[in-house]
């Protein structure tokens, strides 16, 4: 018996948008998110977003387009500074941003998509980034204990992707992708192109099928 083909549309994602979800989503500046899940989600109109990711893009590209539009409640990401709109949000009140550190965001993603509560980390040690954190010491050096994450969807970007799910990069666009793939309920992919099973040679494979459970070819409706 045949294993239920993983190929969807844009349009076909939509039963797994729900108001009140969490996201996590692959990419830096937009490099490495899939731009039509993207524009999915906003013509599904959910709204009170949890968002997951590196950084908000700009208000024009991206993620940032759900900022924007206001249908983020809560951002976690490394950085917000390429998108004034998140800042202003913020600032506002309108918006909670989350800041963590790059690599502990990277961790605590990892962490969440291996099973694992979190990791202990020396970054933050001292500043704002401990308020509220549980701290341990080994040796003399402090660490902070950050939690695990996870989400109910990760929204990721390939280049080529065979028909079973797994899963080839470009360059810098592989960045959160991977880990993402891990972490997350349900894990839609777009793909550049998608090539018949077998096609990918399996050492080149950076993300295996198994993660995936939705394969979308950009562009197409």
Request: one cysteine or more; proline letters at 4%; charged letters at 25%.
């Amino acid at each position: 018996m045949s294993a239920p083909s993983k190929r969807m549309t844009h349009a076909d994602l939509r039963p797994k948008l729900k108001d009140g979800m969490s996201i996590m989503f692959g990419g830096f500046l937009a490099v490495g998110t899939p731009l039509g899940i993207v524009q999915e989600i906003l013509d599904a109109g959910i709204k009170d977003l949890t968002i997951i990711g590196n950084d908000t893009a700009t208000p024009d590209i991206g993620i940032g387009r759900l900022i924007a539009a206001r249908r983020v409640k809560k951002v976690i990401a490394s950085h917000i500074g390429t998108n004034a709109e998140t800042g202003r949000q913020m600032i506002a009140g309108e918006i909670e941003v989350e800041l963590v550190p790059q690599g502990t965001l990277a961790e605590r993603i990892r962490c969440g998509g291996s099973g694992l509560g979190g990791v202990l980390t020396p970054t933050g040690v001292g500043t704002i980034v401990e308020e509220g954190k549980t701290k341990l010491s080994f040796d003399g050096v402090e660490y902070l204990v950050e939690r695990g994450l996870r989400a109910d969807l990760a929204i990721l970007k390939a280049h080529i992707a065979d028909e079973k799910g797994n899963l080839v990069y470009r360059r810098a666009a592989r960045n959160f992708n991977p880990l993402m793939a891990l972490a997350a309920d349900f894990v839609a992919v777009e793909a550049d192109s998608i090539v018949a099973a077998g096609e990918i040679e399996p050492d080149l494979v950076m993300t295996p099928g198994v993660l995936v459970d939705a394969l979308i070819l950009s562009g197409e409706c």
